[in-house]
């Protein structure tokens, strides 16, 4: 609670450390959604330092283009992250209670049933009928903690990462277990859409459910979670790793082998939330090389100079202002088909979804599919 | 002490600074009534000449052998005043002040306490001032000669400068060629002048001078003593090249079987050597080096049926044999003038320079546009078919430069102007090319720069305010991802050539000379200076002065002016033929000292050794200051378990009276 008062009491100048920008032009340089809106967000930054014009400043439609892909704070030479200046305006809107429906439901569905997809909490499980899985207790031991993601828990089409996971895992025999029903939103959306204080209330839930258990490591399915728990939540007990970490792993002590052969060319897209702002590149690769028979091809724009898919900030709930050029996913799709790539393999629930539609909207699906990497190594192995 | 001291207590006003919150009256008419004290007077400057006089006339009248002075801190006038005393035949460590400035009247503002305070400080110095004892000034005899380490143009300045006042210069340099960086450039701004043409004549100077010992391919080993008699331990590194009888004539370098495959230092890999080298044609010596961990016979002990370069060599100077060498000689002073590292582009990935042949750095694009570089002087990106002239040019400035998210927070001074110099060549030598520069800042501050950066404008160069986030490729080109942040528009500019403009940054081998000197680095990593204005090329170790980027990130000029301060650092110390070495040191009492070795290790100066004494009987170990080095810090008399290392004029005898003094008093 002190801390809220401190946030309180500095200046949005301060908090966000607005005098130290020296206009340098980087982080609207490196923004990949420029080419489709008018959002400058360092235009943003200068023009937040007159402080009476905040809100006429978050009623600007292109705040909401944002996909929160962190690039500029990446890439800003004074520390500054910028991001989270638009990220400050949306909050204002929030304050209002000025938003889109959509996003005020997405919110409120949070707040209530512990997702931001209108769904129940008591249908959380359900992706698991008919799974050997492990379920496990607070005060239980467990070596490595699930933590499964919202989209994937709930969205049919990517259901699957979550399944294949659970095949693999009991097929490499490893202390492993889910949270079940009483898992909850990580909340990363919800902070990226503005919600400061429901973010805060997650952090404080969340962690206390998260720590209850006895559980070395807190393993995240999706990049925004494993962003969120690892750089966002201060006080937890478990060491945050990705699942591709994990698997890794298990692909090294030969725990897993990855036995069917499988003559694709695979392409590798980097998530932001893994790659550009936590610096895992490497994981995912060498579980791709390990498939057999698969050729790995690159993109240009790789690992720290990936493309965002547009799919974070909140854009699975508004639109946005972006009309301009073609959608990124779609920029992304053609550049794979390019490098004749068969399979785009992603590491994230909502690249599946963004580049997923991308493909169709491009007609490539005789071509190419858009694959997570556990739904297309589940398969292969035995 | 037989006599009972007679102390003279003054008390400053220095003009209204201590006047004004403190009652300086009452503080002197405090002081006369305390113990020993012969007189006590106020003065309103009492470091002026009357003010001293006043002392003066004191100790010859009243006999004064003791004397307090309550004014500034120490480091401002304690100087001043001991002379006062020495002029009136005291002995100058007799005297002792209270800081009643910086630490009374500066930081205070209620005067009533203020005086109080002053008092108290006033009273303490008092009860030390008589336990002190005299102490003698000493001299020792400098050794005539100076050793440069590094051969860049800063070095070569120095060694140039000392070696023209008569004194003999040992030069050490890591490389096969004295130059450094500026050997590498093509032009010079802001003035254009070729820098081979101005740099290796200095070069030349200084193989032939008969006052400088060049040591090239050569390694500082070790150094100990102190100022004016330093012992300097060089490696000369084995060249397999007998440096009398080499020619320079180049045939073993065209015979070697390994011609054309390594790539050259000098060029930046963007052109070739053999395993022997001469750096770069104008190099200093003129005498070829063996790369050892290159060479077929000398990494697998066999070449072909035979190393060709022994058969291409005349003059039989090919000795695989040799071995690396060890000298050792005496020096008074020392220059560390080791110059700057470029950062490490790949360390933004998001530039893409590991990924693409055509984003190359600044050095880079100097050899490329030198007419003795790879290329011949023509700007020409990639080999063969692939090979191109570039017709869309940028520049990005300040990579690795005023960037906290790669930990570099400083400017790197030269970028902008070495920027606007290339743009400049470009433009003339690809008179079709566009050419553009972004830019956060242009930071022009020297003379004639500002005027360089506006010709270069308006010979066509654009200058677009953003600095880019990203390149990537599209088709043949790269692809530029920026704001103009004058217009607010986002720009995917399709260049290509990106010529990165990498800051300067300290060496990566900077320990080396670190562990030999204990010099200090500042925040940026670059060697300290003794005061950012004050002592420039001095560093916290007397005799050790510094030149050139080695100290911070410069242009030539500056360096170059460094450089001959640092020199004439030096010959101070030359000239003068003697040097003062601290009175107030430390001193081990060898009879109580336990032989624990802990003063040796805080010590930061080196200055304490272990050494063995006869004790009756016994052989033990014990503690020595060597009084040359010791700057009197403190630390072993701090430190020590058995109170053995006491610190002159800071003896616990003398400081503990002066501690219960302010501790008891109201
Ligand atoms: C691309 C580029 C262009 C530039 N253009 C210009 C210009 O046009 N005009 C201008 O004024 N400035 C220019 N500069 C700046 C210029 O390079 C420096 O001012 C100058 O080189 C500094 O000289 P220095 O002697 O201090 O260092 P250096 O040139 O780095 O020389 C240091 C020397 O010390 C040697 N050394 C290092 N460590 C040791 C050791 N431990 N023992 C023995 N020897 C050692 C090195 O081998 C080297 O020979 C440019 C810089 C760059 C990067
Ligand atoms: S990158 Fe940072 S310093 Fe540069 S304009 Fe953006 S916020 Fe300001
Ligand atoms: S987070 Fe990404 S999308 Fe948002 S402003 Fe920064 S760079 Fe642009």
Redesign the pocket.
């Given at each position: 609670m002190n801390t809220d008062l401190n946030t309180e009491m500095q200046s949005f100048i301060q908090k966000y450390d607005l005098l130290g920008c020296i206009q340098c032009g980087r982080c609207t340089g490196g923004c990949p959604v420029t080419v489709r809106t008018n959002l400058n967000v360092r235009r943003i930054v200068y023009d937040s330092r007159n402080e009476e014009v905040l809100e006429e400043l978050a009623k600007l439609p292109e705040i909401w283009d944002c996909t929160a892909c962190n690039t500029c704070a990446v890439r800003c030479p004074k520390g500054l992250k910028p991001v989270e200046v638009l990220i400050g305006l949306r909050n204002i809107l929030v304050e209002e209670g000025s938003v889109e429906p959509t996003v005020r439901d997405a919110l409120e569905s949070i707040f209530r049933e512990g997702n931001p997809w209108n769904k129940s909490r008591a249908t959380r499980c359900d992706w698991m009928e008919g799974l050997d899985v492990r379920i496990v207790e607070p005060g239980e031991k467990v070596e490595n903690l699930i933590f499964v993601c919202c989209t994937i828990a709930y969205d049919p089409k990517v259901q699957g990462i979550a399944k294949n996971l659970v095949k693999i895992l009991n097929k490499a025999g490893v202390d492993y277990g889910f949270i079940g029903e009483s898992e909850s939103c990580c909340a990363s959306e919800a902070h990226n859409m503005g919600e400061e204080g429901l973010f805060e209330m997650a952090i404080e839930d969340n962690t206390e459910l998260l720590n209850s258990y006895e559980a070395k490591r807190l393993v995240a399915i999706s990049p925004h979670c494993y962003a969120a728990f690892k750089n966002q939540y201060p006080d937890l007990k478990a060491e945050v790793i990705h699942y591709t970490h994990l698997l890794k792993e298990l692909l090294e002590e030969k725990k897993i082998t990855i036995t069917k052969e499988c003559a694709e060319k695979v392409i590798f897209h980097d998530p932001c939330f893994l790659g550009k702002q936590n610096n895992v590149f490497d994981e995912p690769r060498y579980i791709l090389k390990q498939v057999g028979g698969a050729e790995l091809v690159e993109f240009d724009r790789k690992r720290e100079r990936s493309l965002c898919c547009e799919g974070g900030g909140g854009k699975m709930w508004v639109e946005g202002s972006a009309t301009k050029a073609e959608r990124l996913a779609e920029t992304r799709v053609k550049d794979a088909r390019e490098r004749e790539a068969t399979v785009l393999a992603v590491a994230c629930p909502f690249c599946v979804l963004t580049l997923d539609d991308a493909l169709k909207a491009r007609g490539f699906e005789e071509e190419m599919r858009v694959a997570e990497i556990l739904e297309f190594i589940g398969p292969l192995v035995e | 002490m037989n006599n009972k001291p007679k102390i003279g207590v003054y008390v400053c006003h220095c003009g209204m600074n201590i006047a004004k919150t403190v009652d300086v009256e009452a503080v002197s008419e405090f002081a006369s009534r305390l113990p020993y004290v012969k007189v006590a007077r106020n003065y309103s400057y009492m470091c002026s000449d009357p003010g001293q006089q006043l002392i003066k006339e004191d100790i010859k009248n009243e006999g004064l052998t003791r004397v307090v002075v309550a004014s500034c801190s120490p480091r401002m006038h304690e100087n001043t005043f001991r002379k006062t005393l020495a002029a009136a035949g005291l002995n100058p460590y007799y005297l002792e002040m209270a800081n009643i400035r910086e630490h009374c009247s500066w930081v205070h503002e209620n005067r009533e306490e203020a005086t109080a305070k002053a008092k108290k400080l006033v009273y303490a110095a008092v009860a030390k001032v008589r336990l002190l004892e005299p102490l003698e000034e000493k001299e020792v005899e400098v050794e005539p000669s100076a050793l440069i380490?590094?051969?860049?143009?800063?070095?070569?300045q120095a060694a140039l400068d000392i070696a023209a006042a008569g004194f003999k210069v040992y030069m050490?340099?890591?490389?096969p060629s004295?130059?450094?960086?500026?050997s590498q450039?093509d032009?010079?701004?802001p003035t254009l002048d070729c820098?081979a043409c101005i740099l290796t004549p200095k070069m030349v100077d200084v193989a032939s001078h008969p006052n400088i010992e060049l040591m090239t391919y050569?390694?500082?080993e070790d150094i100990t003593g102190y100022v004016g008699n330093f012992n300097v331990k060089v490696r000369k590194k084995a060249r397999y090249v007998d440096i009398n009888k080499c020619t320079g004539c180049g045939a073993c370098a065209q015979e070697c079987r390994l011609a054309g495959t390594i790539p050259s230092e000098f060029n930046m890999g963007l052109g070739k050597r053999a395993a022997i080298y001469l750096p770069f044609p104008q190099a200093v010596p003129a005498k070829y080096t063996i790369d050892k961990e290159r060479c077929l016979f000398l990494t697998r002990g066999k070449c072909g049926k035979g190393p060709k370069c022994i058969e291409a060599c005349a003059a039989g100077a090919i000795n695989f044999e040799q071995q690396d060498e060890i000298v050792e000689f005496k020096v008074g002073t020392i220059i560390i003038?080791?110059?700057?590292e470029?950062f490490d582009p790949a360390k933004k990935p998001e530039y893409g320079y590991a990924d693409y042949d055509n984003v190359i750095?600044?050095?880079e694009?100097?050899r490329l546009v030198a007419a003795s570089g790879p290329t011949g002087g023509e700007i020409v990106i990639g080999k063969g078919e692939k090979a191109i002239v570039p017709k869309e040019v940028a520049f990005i400035s300040c990579v690795g430069s005023r960037d906290e998210s790669v930990g570099k927070p400083y400017c790197s001074r030269?970028?902008c102007?070495?920027s606007a110099?290339?743009a400049h060549l470009v433009t003339e030598k690809l008179p079709d090319a566009n050419v553009r520069i972004y830019y956060m800042d242009v930071r022009a501050f020297g003379k004639g720069y500002e005027e360089f950066y506006d010709r270069v404008r308006r010979e066509g160069v654009r200058y677009i305010r953003g600095n880019p986030s990203e390149i990537f490729k599209r088709g043949d080109k790269l692809v530029i991802k920026a704001e103009d942040t004058l217009a607010g528009r986002t720009l995917e500019d399709e260049v290509d050539l990106v010529v990165l403009a990498?800051g300067?940054e300290p060496?990566q081998?900077a320990r080396?000379?670190i562990d030999i000197l204990k010099l200090s680095q500042s925040a940026d990593g670059f060697y300290l200076e003794a005061h950012p204005k004050l002592a420039p090329v001095d560093t916290a170790t007397d005799g050790v002065y510094l030149?050139?980027?080695?100290q911070g990130p410069?242009?030539?000029?500056?360096?170059v002016a460094q450089?001959k301060g640092a020199a004439s650092s030096a010959l101070i110390l030359l000239s003068s033929g003697k040097v003062k070495v601290q009175a107030q040191i430390s001193n081990i009492n060898e009879a109580t000292c336990r032989g624990c070795g802990y003063c040796v290790e805080i010590c930061p100066f080196g200055a304490i050794d272990l050494v063995e004494v006869n004790r009756m009987g016994n052989i033990v170990q014990v503690a020595r200051v060597n009084e040359a080095l010791c700057k009197g810090c403190g630390a072993c008399a701090a430190g020590c378990f058995s109170g053995s290392a006491q610190q002159k004029s800071f003896k616990d005898q003398q400081i503990l009276p002066q501690i219960a003094v302010l501790g008891a008093m109201k």
């Open positions: - | 380490v590094g051969g860049g143009i800063a070095g070569i050490v340099e890591k490389t004295v130059g450094g960086k500026m450039l032009k010079t701004f820098s050569s390694q500082v003038a080791t110059g700057y470029l750095t600044g050095l694009l100097e030269v970028c102007m070495y110099k290339l990498t300067l060496r081998d080396e000379i030149a050139g980027c080695a410069k242009d030539i000029p500056d360096t450089a």
